[in-house]
């Protein structure tokens, strides 16, 4: 997994390089070299380009102007913007207007507030620019923290950051902000072995090594898969959890809803359906838990919630599951909403747990928002429940009770269409099936879940697309992580 640092984890590594004994203006000089060497690579040349650069009077500036000097030793024109000393701004606009590129090294991830005076000046040229924009770390006006914007920022095309992601890129609106993220190493050692678990992006290696092939002795029931889910008119739900389970490698799944009509209609297919007790509104009937604690010991793990409704009876047989059941168990939508309140079921449970919110299931299940910063919020569901939390979202984070969390690099706007984590819900408890532990079925589940989108692609996607895509994706996904 690549390490993800909040700016302050990211300052610490930077003192103990220094301190180990790698001098300031070192690292500066590897930093703006970095810089420079990616504007060549992705622009095919540096010699003759014209290129404008807005200096801070940080470390981030100091990288900026390394870059510059380091662009004119290989022939480029560059033109260099002191942020701070009073920009002349139609010489900046002059400029602008006949760069080939353009570099915001203004600010880096310590910034906070709005961007103001030169930097706004800049940030207005920048935006009308019609070429190709680099921001040095991470966007000016990102928070490096949390991703979020006051006012407005720069808009880059690349970003080049240093030694690990900061969580700033991972999160919106900082993520599109920053246009293609490239880490360059510089030579800090970002792992600091006194600190406790930390945040990690996820890699197509990292799910390799989660989900492993299954034995070659295996038969159906050793991956089995039990869903429960289903109400009047929202069967399609768990169909769609049932059927992404089967897809993502569960030997056998059998999807179980209340009524007989309605398992009827959900029959023929690979899904073995099942009918619960069902009140006379078509909803769950409290009896139902029973009948699910019955049979349950014969699954690896079990998924409840996608489209159970949010009725009191159903609620009750949700919450009896969730104390009773030894299973490997992922909570979903309705399911979410019906232990609001009851987080003391989650902590009491005796066997692996992963809950899936997006956020206005989080705020329903905890009673608070998720709030700008989504690390620090998955991070404290975890450890009030002692469940793994899958928070969805631009930006899905996944945390462990410890506080050891992956962020997924994938994903976008494409996949907040109905039924999409439905699907992510089948794929978690497939994972879970195949023995990849909660906080590996997450984390592999999210990654492929958001691979599948881009193998399918994103205009018009639906949530079935998600499903039909989900036996290539994962094979490309491992074979190309071996």
């Known amino acids: 997994m690549r390490p993800v640092l909040t700016p302050d984890e990211m300052a610490a590594a930077d ?17 703006g070299r970095a810089v420079a060497w990616s504007m060549r690579r992705r622009l095919g040349r540096a010699s003759g380009l014209r290129v404008v650069i807005a200096a801070g009077k940080g470390n981030n500036g100091g990288d900026g102007l390394v870059a510059a000097r380091v662009l004119r030793g290989w022939g480029a024109r560059v033109d260099v913007f002191r942020v ?19 570099v915001d090294a203004m600010y880096g991830t310590g910034f906070r507030g709005e961007l103001g005076g030169d930097a706004g000046e800049v940030r207005d040229a920048f935006a009308a620019f019609d070429g190709p924009v680099f921001a040095v770390d991470i966007p000016s006006g990102v928070d490096g923290l949390t991703g979020a914007v006051s006012g407005a920022a720069v808009a880059a095309d690349v970003t080049v950051t240093f030694a690990a992601p900061k969580t700033g890129l991972c999160f ?6 920053a246009g293609v993220v490239e880490v360059a190493d510089i030579g800090i050692d970002v792992e600091d072995p006194d600190s406790g678990p930390g945040a990690y992006w996820t890699e197509a290696v990292d799910v390799c090594r989660w989900v492993r092939p299954r034995d070659a002795a295996a038969h159906k029931w050793s991956a089995g898969v039990l869903v429960i889910g ?47 007790a069902a009140g006379a509104d078509g909803a769950l009937a409290p009896s139902a838990a029973g009948e699910v604690l019955s049979v349950a010991a014969r699954f690896r793990a079990v998924a409840i919630g996608p489209g159970l409704g949010r009725t009191d009876a159903a609620a009750e047989a949700v919450r009896r599951i ?27 449970r005796s066997a692996p747990t992963v809950v899936t919110p997006h956020e206005g299931e989080y705020a329903a299940l905890c009673g608070r928002p998720v709030g700008p910063d989504r690390l620090a919020a998955a991070r404290a569901l975890a450890a009030d429940t002692g469940a793994v939390v899958l928070l969805k979202g631009p930006g899905t984070v996944v945390a462990n009770p410890d506080g050891l969390a992956t962020v997924c690099p994938l994903g976008g706007p494409w996949l907040a269409s109905a039924g999409t984590g439905d699907v992510l ?5 497939a994972f879970s099936a ?42 490309s996904v491992l074979e190309g992580a071996t």
């Not at 768990?238 to 569960?250: D, E, Q």
């Not at 009827?264 to 899904?271: D, F, I, K, P």
């Not at 819900?425 to 408890?429: E, M, N, R």
């Open 15 to 31: 003192r103990r390089a220094v301190a180990a004994g790698t001098p300031v203006e070192v690292l500066m000089d590897r930093a």
């Open 84 to 102: 701070g000393e009073g920009i002349d701004r139609a010489a900046l606009l002059r400029a602008v207007s006949r760069a080939d590129v353009a």
């Open 172 to 177: 919106e609106p900082g993520r599109t902000l």
């Open 230 to 276: 289903g109400s009047g008119g929202m069967t399609g739900a768990p169909a769609l959890a049932a059927h992404a389970a089967l897809r993502a490698g569960a030997g056998i799944v059998w999807c179980a809803v209340p009524g007989h009509d309605a398992a009827a209609r959900m029959s023929g297919t690979e899904v073995i359906s099942r009918a619960l």
């Open 322 to 348: 969730v104390a009773d059941l030894d299973r490997p168990l992922v909570v979903d939508a309705d399911g979410l909403h019906a232990l609001a309140g009851r987080l003391d079921l989650l902590r009491g």
């Open 425 to 429: 819900t089948g794929i978690v408890a």
């Open 434 to 475: 195949r023995d990849a532990g909660p906080f590996g079925a997450a984390s592999a589940a999210a990654f492929v879940h958001a691979a599948a989108a881009d193998r399918a692609g994103h205009t018009g996607l639906v949530a079935g697309d998600l499903v039909d895509a989900l036996p290539l994706t994962l094979e």
